[in-house]
C-alpha cells in the first residue's frame, strides 16, 4: 500500500556533489520498519535517522533544514509512485556522514508535513544520487548496510547483472526475467523504499499479457497506494500473479503482482528476506546472492478487497471480486476488523505495523457507507 519512490522532473540534476577522498569503505548497522533500512546519519555533529531509498533522491524534512541552517537552491516537480505531482524546494545539504563516508554539497529535496517521516521516526531518505559513485550492499540477515569504493572490498558471490541509472537522480534499473520463456524481460527500478516484492507498471501489462504469463488476472478501479504526496488517485488497476521471476540465480515462483502508475514497474525492499544485495552504480552492475533456497515459492490466497487511507480514515480502496459489488463499495469507511477498533486509531500503525490482513484466513469488517449505515461483512481469501 505505501511506497517512498520520487521521480524528479527534468529541470536540474541531482547528480552533483561529491565523497570525501577518493578511497572509502564503511559498514554500518540498521534498524529494520516493515522492511525497510533505517541508517543513523550524521549531521554537524548531531545523529538523525534516515531511510534508505534507492528509488529517489536524497530528501530531508522542513525542520531538519532549519535545524541544520540548508541552503534552498531552487524547486522542482517531483512525482511519487502513485502517479501524483508536486512542486518541492531543493536544498544543499552541505555535509552529511554515514558511518566513516563523508557526503559533501548535496542537493536534496525538502518534504514538508508528510505523515511517512512522522511514523517512520526519520529526518531523511538516503537516496541514489548520493550512493551514484560507490558501490552500495545491504545485507539483510545481519542487517547492515555497506557503502565502498571499490567492489573488491565487499566481493559479491553471484555473476553481475547489467545495470542502468537514470538521468535526473541515478535510480537503478535492471531487466528482470518473468517467465522462463524467452523476451519476456521487464525493466524495472531496484527500489529499496517500496513496500512488497514486485510491481508491474501499468503501460507493460497488456504488453506482456499478450505473452500468456499471468494467471489470476482481477481487473477493478480505484486506488489503495499511498505516495509521499498522499493517496493516489481511483483508475483502473490490474491484479494477478506471474508464475515466476527470475532475479540472477534466485527464482521467484507464483508471485502476485499489482500494477502501478508510478512511472516505472520496480522490484521492493521484500528481496532483503531472499537474499544479499549490491548495487555497483560505479560500475553498473547488480548482484544478487541468494541466502537459502534457490527458490521461494511466494503463492499466497488473496483477499477480495484492498484497503486504502483517506482524510486519516481507513477505507475500501479497490475491490477485486465482484461478488462482493452488492456488499461493499468503494470509499466505505472501514470502522473495525475483527472487532478492534478503527474509528480511533493511530494512522502510523497502518504505515510501520503489519497489514492486519496478514496471516488471517478469512476476516470480519464492520463497515460504515456513505450514509452512515453500518454492517458486517465477512471477507475470505480465494
Same mark, same amino acid.
Given at each position: ?52 531509498? !534507492?528509488?529517489?533522491?536524497?530528501? $530531508?524534512? &522542513? ?14 516537480? $517531483? ?36 505523515? /511517512?517521516?512522522?511514523?517512520? +521516526? ?27 569504493? $571499490?567492489? &573488491?572490498?565487499?566481493?559479491?558471490? *553471484? ?78 488497476? $490490474? ?19 499489482? !500494477? ?55 477505507? /475500501?480502496?479497490?475491490?477485486?471480486? &465482484? ?20 474509528? +480511533? ?15 488471517? &484466513? *478469512? ?7 456513505? +450514509? ?11
Amino acid at each position: 500500500m505505501f511506497c517512498c519512490n520520487l521521480i524528479a522532473q527534468n529541470k536540474i540534476s541531482f547528480n552533483t556533489g561529491y565523497i570525501v577522498g577518493e578511497s572509502y569503505y564503511t559498514k554500518v548497522p540498521y534498524d529494520t520498519v516493515r522492511n525497510k533500512a533505517i541508517v543513523i546519519v550524521e549531521i554537524k555533529g548531531k545523529f538523525y535517522r534516515f531511510l534508505l531509498d !534507492t528509488g529517489a533522491p536524497l530528501c $530531508v524534512t &522542513e525542520e531538519l533544514v532549519r535545524e541544520i541552517g540548508g541552503e534552498i537552491i531552487d524547486s522542482i516537480n $517531483v512525482t511519487d509512485q502513485s502517479g501524483l505531482r508536486d512542486n518541492m524546494k531543493i536544498a544543499r545539504i552541505k555535509e552529511l556522514k554515514i558511518g566513516e563516508v563523508t557526503f559533501m554539497d548535496t542537493p536534496g529535496v525538502v518534504v514538508d508535513n508528510s505523515a /511517512i517521516f512522522t511514523c517512520y +521516526n526519520v529526518s531523511g531518505f538516503i537516496g541514489s544520487n548520493m550512493l551514484r559513485n560507490s558501490i552500495l550492499q545491504v545485507n539483510g540477515f545481519d542487517k547492515t548496510v555497506t557503502i565502498s569504493s $571499490v567492489i &573488491e572490498k565487499i566481493a559479491p558471490k *553471484s555473476a553481475p547483472i547489467p545495470l542502468y541509472l537514470n538521468k535526473v537522480q541515478s535510480s537503478p534499473f535492471i531487466h528482470v526475467n518473468l517467465s522462463d520463456r524467452k523476451h519476456c524481460q521487464q525493466m524495472a527500478m531496484v527500489d529499496t523504499g517500496m513496500d512488497g516484492l514486485f510491481d508491474l507498471h501499468h503501460s507493460n501489462f497488456k504488453k506482456l499479457k499478450r505473452k500468456k504469463i499471468f494467471r489470476d488476472i482481477s481487473i477493478a478501479s480505484g486506488s489503495n497506494t499511498i505516495g509521499l504526496h498522499g493517496p493516489g488517485a481511483s483508475m483502473d488497476q $490490474v491484479k494477478g500473479r506471474i508464475p515466476s521471476i527470475a532475479l540472477g540465480d534466485k527464482k521467484f515462483l507464483n508471485v502476485s503482482v499489482q !500494477t502501478t502508475r508510478g512511472g516505472e514497474s520496480r522490484l521492493g525492499a521484500d528481496i532483503f528476506r531472499h537474499g544479499i544485495m549490491t548495487i555497483d552504480y560505479r560500475n553498473k552492475q547488480f548482484y544478487f546472492d541468494p541466502v537459502g533456497n534457490p527458490e521461494s515459492d511466494m503463492f499466497d490466497k488473496l483477499f477480495p478487497i484492498s484497503p486504502t487511507i483517506i482524510d486519516q480514515k481507513l477505507k /475500501i480502496g479497490v475491490i477485486w471480486d &465482484e461478488s462482493y459489488s452488492d456488499k461493499l463499495s468503494l470509499m466505505d469507511e472501514i470502522i473495525a476488523i475483527d472487532g478492534k477498533d478503527y474509528i +480511533n486509531f493511530d494512522i502510523c500503525d497502518l504505515y510501520i505495523k503489519e497489514s492486519p490482513f496478514k496471516g488471517k &484466513e *478469512s476476516i470480519n469488517l464492520k463497515i460504515r457507507d456513505k +450514509n452512515g449505515v453500518e454492517k458486517d461483512v465477512l471477507l475470505t481469501r480465494k
